[in-house]
């Protein structure tokens, strides 16, 4: 079983960049899948970006690459998100998400089990 709490959120102005956190404790970090989503009001939970147990491969929402990078540091059981250029469209709460995997990097939301209380991005025009 594993915690997760997510920080680095707030209000950023079109085009800021922010970096957002997610610390894990509990159990192996190394043999979690982690992946970032995001929800905005009214919406469904969406697949942000995720990377594999070893941090060798990420997988990116269309919408996001090359503005988001996903990067994870096994030893410091923490996972992060840089987003750059950040845009209107991206304000939403950012929740960090973990499942245990072998080999997979994208994971269907479905299939997360452990998640964080989430953290608001809100981005102005």
């Known amino acids: 079983q594993v915690q997760l709490v997510e920080s680095g959120g707030g209000l950023v102005q079109a085009g800021d960049s922010l970096r957002l956190s997610c610390a894990a404790s509990g159990s192996t970090f190394s043999l979690y899948v982690m992946a970032w989503f995001r929800q905005a009001p009214g919406k469904e939970r969406e697949f942000v970006a995720a990377v594999a147990r070893s941090a060798g491969n990420t997988a990116y929402a269309d919408s996001v690459k090359g503005r988001f990078t996903v990067s994870r540091d096994n030893a410091k059981k923490t996972v992060y998100l840089q987003m750059n250029n950040l845009k209107p469209e991206d304000s939403a709460v950012y929740y960090c998400?973990?499942?245990?995997?072998?080999?997979?990097?994208?994971?269907?939301?479905?299939?997360?089990?452990?998640w964080g209380q989430g953290t608001q991005v809100t981005v102005s025009s």
């Open positions: 998400a973990a499942q245990v995997s072998a080999l997979a990097t994208y994971i269907p939301r479905s299939e997360y089990t452990y």
